[in-house]
C-alpha cells in the first residue's frame, strides 16, 4: 500500500472512479484529465451505454501508464431515487458491495486478459458515491486475494491513498488498512497430506468422498491425456474421470455434476477439440458454480475459445510437453498440491 499521489506510480493501469456517463467532471477522474491531458476525455466519450459496475479502459493521454480503468460508482439517480440524498441512501448496503465487487473484479480480469502485469487503485467511490473506507477494505482485499490465488502469474497490485482535499482523516485510511490487511491470507506453499487415492474412472458414478481432481477433456484427445492420468497416478493425487461414456448414460448429467461438485480442482485439458466442445465449455461452468479452481493443462497452442476466456483468462496454466513429462509432471504436482494447500487450509 501506497500514501501518495497515484500518477507517480510506474504500474500499467491507473484506475479511477466516475459517473456513467464518464464526465471527469471532479475527484481523481477531474485530476487524471489535468495530468493526462484532453485525450483522456475524447476516448472516454467514445464510450456510451456503461452501468453500474463497469469498467472503461481508456488511453492514458500523456502519462507514462498505458491504460486508465474507469469503475463506474454512480448511476443516473432515477435508478434509485428522485433526489441525490435518496440515490446515494440506495447505493448503500447490498449494491455498495455488488458495485466495488464486480467493478474490482472486472478490472483484474481486463489486466489478465489484456496481459497487463501491474495496477493501481485507489478507494473508488468513497467520494460522490460515498462508500466508506472500512466496507471497502474488506471487500476490496476479498477480491484481490480471489484473483491472485487463482493465479501462477506475478502481479503488482499497487493501493495509492491521497488525502488531496483533506476530506477524509487519519483513522478513516487506519480502518482501510486493518480491514484490508485482516482478510489477506497469505500464501503458503508447504506440501499438503493428501487424502488416500481414490481413481474413479470407467463410468463410474461419483461417490461422495472427494476427489482431488476431476479431469474435464475431450475424448478425441484420449491419448495425451492417459498420459497426464499416468503423472497423475505416480505423484499420488485422486482424481475422477469419463474413459468409457458417462456422458452416454441415463443420469450422465447428474453424474458429472455430482464429481465435479465432489472434486476440489476441475482439471481442463484445453486443446482445439475441448475449446470447440460443449460439454467442457459446461463443466468449466459448473465448476464456477460451485466456486471450484480450474486448472488448465494446454497440450496444444489453440487459445481459450470465447466462451471460456472470461472464466480462465486470469488462469495460470500448465503446457504438457510429451518429450519433457518428468518436467511438466513436477509443474502439474506443483500446481495442484499449492491448490489443494490453499482449499484445505481455507475451506
Same mark, same amino acid.
Given at each position: 500500500?501506497?500514501?501518495?499521489? #497515484?500518477?507517480?506510480?510506474?504500474?500499467?493501469?491507473?484506475?479511477?472512479?466516475?459517473?456513467?456517463?464518464?464526465?471527469?467532471?471532479?475527484?481523481?477522474?477531474?485530476?487524471?484529465?489535468?495530468?493526462?491531458?484532453?485525450?483522456?476525455?475524447?476516448? @472516454?466519450?467514445?464510450?456510451?451505454?456503461?452501468?453500474?459496475?463497469?469498467?472503461?479502459?481508456?488511453?492514458?493521454? $500523456?502519462?507514462?501508464?498505458?491504460?486508465?480503468?474507469?469503475?463506474?460508482?454512480?448511476?443516473?439517480?432515477?435508478?434509485?431515487?428522485?433526489?441525490?440524498? %435518496?440515490?446515494?441512501?440506495?447505493? $448503500?448496503?447490498?449494491?455498495?458491495?455488488?458495485?466495488?465487487?464486480?467493478? /474490482?473484479?472486472?478490472?483484474?480480469?481486463?489486466?489478465?486478459?489484456?496481459?497487463?502485469?501491474?495496477?493501481?487503485?485507489?478507494?473508488?467511490?468513497?467520494?460522490?458515491?460515498?462508500?466508506?473506507?472500512?466496507?471497502?477494505?474488506?471487500?476490496?482485499?476479498?477480491?484481490?486475494?480471489?484473483?491472485?490465488?487463482?493465479?501462477?502469474?506475478?502481479?503488482?497490485?499497487?493501493?495509492?491513498?491521497?488525502?488531496?482535499?483533506?476530506?477524509?482523516?487519519?483513522?478513516?485510511?487506519?480502518?482501510?488498512?486493518?480491514?484490508?490487511?485482516?482478510?489477506?491470507?497469505?500464501?503458503?506453499?508447504?506440501?499438503?497430506?493428501?487424502?488416500?487415492?481414490?481413481?474413479?474412472?470407467?463410468?463410474?458414478?461419483?461417490?461422495?468422498?472427494?476427489?482431488?481432481?476431476?479431469?474435464?477433456?475431450?475424448?478425441?484427445?484420449?491419448?495425451?491425456?492417459?498420459? #497426464?492420468?499416468?503423472?497423475?497416478?505416480?505423484?499420488?493425487?485422486?482424481?475422477? #474421470?469419463?474413459?468409457?461414456?458417462?456422458?452416454?448414460?441415463?443420469?450422465?448429467?447428474?453424474?458429472?455434476?455430482?464429481?465435479? @461438485?465432489?472434486?476440489?480442482?476441475?482439471?481442463?485439458?484445453?486443446?482445439?477439440?475441448?475449446?470447440?466442445?460443449?460439454?467442457? /465449455?459446461?463443466?468449466?461452468?459448473? @465448476?464456477?458454480?460451485?466456486?471450484?479452481?480450474?486448472?488448465?493443462?494446454? /497440450?496444444?497452442?489453440?487459445?481459450?475459445?470465447?466462451?471460456?476466456?472470461?472464466?480462465?483468462?486470469?488462469?495460470?496454466?500448465?503446457?504438457?510437453?510429451?518429450?519433457?513429462?518428468?518436467?511438466?509432471?513436477? %509443474?502439474?504436482?506443483?500446481?495442484?498440491?499449492?491448490?489443494?494447500? $490453499?482449499?484445505?487450509?481455507?475451506?
Amino acid at each position: 500500500m501506497k500514501f501518495g499521489d #497515484i500518477v507517480e506510480s510506474d504500474a500499467d493501469v491507473l484506475v479511477s472512479s466516475d459517473d456513467y456517463s464518464l464526465p471527469m467532471e471532479d475527484g481523481l477522474a477531474l485530476y487524471l484529465l489535468e495530468k493526462g491531458g484532453p485525450e483522456i476525455k475524447v476516448d @472516454a466519450d467514445k464510450m456510451s451505454g456503461a452501468e453500474l459496475g463497469d469498467v472503461v479502459v481508456t488511453t492514458a493521454g $500523456r502519462l507514462p501508464h498505458k491504460y486508465i480503468f474507469h469503475c463506474v460508482t454512480v448511476a443516473p439517480d432515477e435508478h434509485f431515487g428522485n433526489t441525490a440524498e %435518496e440515490a446515494q441512501e440506495a447505493m $448503500r448496503g447490498d449494491m455498495e458491495e455488488y458495485v466495488i465487487r464486480h467493478a /474490482i473484479a472486472k478490472c483484474f480480469r481486463l489486466l489478465a486478459a489484456m496481459d497487463l502485469n501491474s495496477i493501481a487503485i485507489p478507494c473508488i467511490g468513497v467520494r460522490r458515491a460515498g462508500f466508506s473506507f472500512e466496507r471497502e477494505g474488506i471487500i476490496m482485499s476479498e477480491v484481490i486475494s480471489e484473483f491472485l490465488l487463482r493465479t501462477n502469474k506475478v502481479f503488482r497490485v499497487e493501493l495509492c491513498l491521497w488525502n488531496k482535499e483533506d476530506r477524509f482523516t487519519m483513522m478513516d485510511y487506519i480502518a482501510f488498512f486493518e480491514q484490508f490487511a485482516l482478510r489477506v491470507p497469505t500464501r503458503d506453499t508447504r506440501a499438503v497430506k493428501l487424502p488416500a487415492i481414490k481413481v474413479v474412472a470407467d463410468g463410474e458414478s461419483a461417490p461422495q468422498v472427494a476427489h482431488d481432481v476431476f479431469i474435464s477433456y475431450s475424448h478425441e484427445d484420449r491419448e495425451t491425456v492417459e498420459h #497426464i492420468c499416468g503423472v497423475l497416478d505416480n505423484y499420488g493425487i485422486s482424481y475422477w #474421470i469419463d474413459r468409457d461414456g458417462v456422458r452416454h448414460g441415463d443420469n450422465f448429467k447428474e453424474d458429472i455434476v455430482k464429481a465435479i @461438485a465432489s472434486s476440489m480442482i476441475l482439471l481442463f485439458v484445453s486443446s482445439a477439440n475441448s475449446n470447440k466442445s460443449p460439454n467442457t /465449455i459446461k463443466e468449466v461452468g459448473v @465448476a464456477e458454480n460451485y466456486k471450484k479452481i480450474t486448472l488448465p493443462v494446454k /497440450i496444444d497452442n489453440e487459445p481459450f475459445c470465447q466462451s471460456l476466456q472470461y472464466d480462465l483468462c486470469n488462469r495460470h496454466w500448465v503446457q504438457f510437453d510429451i518429450n519433457d513429462l518428468e518436467s511438466f509432471g513436477r %509443474e502439474l504436482n506443483d500446481n495442484i498440491r499449492f491448490h489443494l494447500n $490453499r482449499k484445505t487450509n481455507n475451506p
